[in-house]
DNA sequence: TATTTGACGATTT
DNA sequence: CAAATCGCCAAAT
């Protein structure tokens, strides 16, 4: 294989990879928004970033729940377990609830640049 | 193959 | 202040 060009070349490159890279990267009860991530790409597409979660329910390698809206409302309808167990996960790693679907943006943001 | 749409968001009208 | 529009990409129909 070519050793050199190997960045992220083929498949990985799509949002899609990465945007699973940088959500495990988000430390326990800490939140980031779709924006952000979409940013952080080097694209304002923050609607691929919220597809390849919902593509992905890989709740496992992903910590999905920890990804939010601007309104920091969480998902419609969580793959995981239900939007309550969303919830009820953010809130047990220390995440602070404005109401019973949007978490404390400003608290608990986590940015990946800037 | 072409069109629509979807865990979104910022900006412009 | 609300609605429309742009950005940008892949999956579904």
């Known amino acids: 294989m070519n050793h050199e060009l190997r960045v992220k070349s083929k498949k990985t490159n799509s949002l899609?990879?990465?945007?699973y890279?940088?959500?495990q990267q988000?430390?326990?009860g800490k939140v980031t928004t779709y924006g952000e991530i979409a940013l952080a790409l080097g694209?304002?597409?923050a609607r691929k970033v919220g597809w390849a979660l919902h593509q992905n329910p890989d709740?496992?390698?992903?910590?999905c729940h920890r990804v939010v809206n601007r309104a920091g409302k969480l998902a419609p309808n969580f793959a995981?377990?239900?939007s309550q167990e969303q919830r009820r996960r953010l809130e047990a790693e220390g995440v602070t609830f404005i109401?019973?679907?949007?978490v404390?943006?400003?608290k608990h943001l986590h940015r990946f640049i800037k």
């Open 104 to 106: 404390d943006l400003k």
């Open 80 to 82: 995981f377990d239900g």
């Open 16 to 19: 899609f990879g990465q945007v």
């Open 59 to 63: 709740g496992n390698t992903t910590p």
């Open 99 to 102: 109401d019973d679907r949007h």
């Open 43 to 45: 694209t304002r597409d």
């Open 21 to 23: 890279k940088l959500v």
């Open 26 to 28: 988000i430390p326990s």
